[in-house]
């Protein structure tokens, strides 16, 4: 499978004007990246799959290169429905990484015909169980999991925590600090995606870190109980960044699936709506 090295396009939606990594070529892929992140993380993603689909990794507003508009939070779902249509996209897989899987479920739920495939990496979205209400940790594991903004528990092997990639955490999270900040005052709640799910029946693919410390992987099956027809793999030994630390292996799931399941879009149209 050929690579392409991702180009940062700039893209107005609504009163946002987002920074987009685009590669390749074929049937379209909307990656959508996680809290405190940006789309520089999903490059092994984005120079994966570029060799059979035309990639589209956005900045979200408030992370990476794409600032927010004013101080009122955007309607993330809406922000990508948006892309979609200023892409002249009729239909487009959808993957959403982490809390990125938020607006990922709703846009599936939401807007059906826009979203031929949907791929769930660790995705959030789901209330906290009885079990994890329960979990109370122990003083170095809180610790640990204030180390270096996360770094140390995201990733299973203390070789891949680069500088490179500790400085590229640092940035991401310097870069959303705004976000986070209006997020805790007008969403002080974490989303519950619960009432979407029914609702999904494009095909649908669940895939998790067994070690993930942040989102537990119970959640992956509580996932799958409520997507009609989902399939679900667990990567063994592994936490919530198991798609950078296993780029490979997460990649050809991937390519697999939309393989076997992605329907072919055609061009023009796109979800209704505005941004903002």
């Known amino acids: 499978m050929s690579q392409a090295s991702p180009g940062l396009e700039r893209i107005r939606v609504g009163s946002y004007e987002l920074a987009v990594r685009v590669a390749g070529s074929g049937r379209p892929l909307l990656l959508v990246h996680g809290a405190r992140g940006s789309s520089e993380l999903l490059v092994p993603q984005i120079e994966g799959l570029a060799g059979s689909y035309t990639v589209y990794a956005p900045d979200l507003p408030g992370h990476g290169e794409s600032p927010l508009a004013g101080e009122r939070l955007p309607d993330m779902m809406l922000v990508l429905a948006g892309l979609v249509r200023q892409l002249g996209l009729r239909s487009v897989a959808v993957a959403g990484f982490s809390r990125g899987g938020v607006p990922a479920v709703r846009l599936a739920a939401r807007h059906p015909s826009t979203v031929t495939a949907l791929i769930l990496a660790c995705p959030a979205g789901l209330p906290r169980s009885e079990e994890e209400e329960d979990v109370v940790l122990p003083p170095a594991t809180a610790r640990t999991l204030l180390r270096d903004r996360l770094v140390g ?35 002080p709640y974490e989303p519950d995606v619960s009432a979407e799910l029914p609702r999904i029946h494009m095909p649908c693919l669940i895939l998790w870190g067994r070690e993930d410390p942040l989102m537990p992987v119970s959640n992956a099956f509580r996932f799958q109980r409520a997507i009609t027809g989902a399939e679900l793999y667990i990567f063994p030994g592994l936490r919530h960044l198991f798609h950078y630390e296993a780029a490979a292996g997460f990649n050809d799931r991937v390519h697999s699936f939309l393989a076997a399941h992605d329907r072919q879009p055609t061009a023009g149209g796109g979800p209704g709506g505005a941004a903002d």
């Open 153 to 187: 528990p995201l990733l299973a092997d203390p070789a891949c925590i680069t500088a490179e990639f500790s400085a590229l955490m640092r940035r991401n999270a310097q870069r959303a600090a705004r976000f986070e900040r209006l997020r805790a005052i007008q969403q």
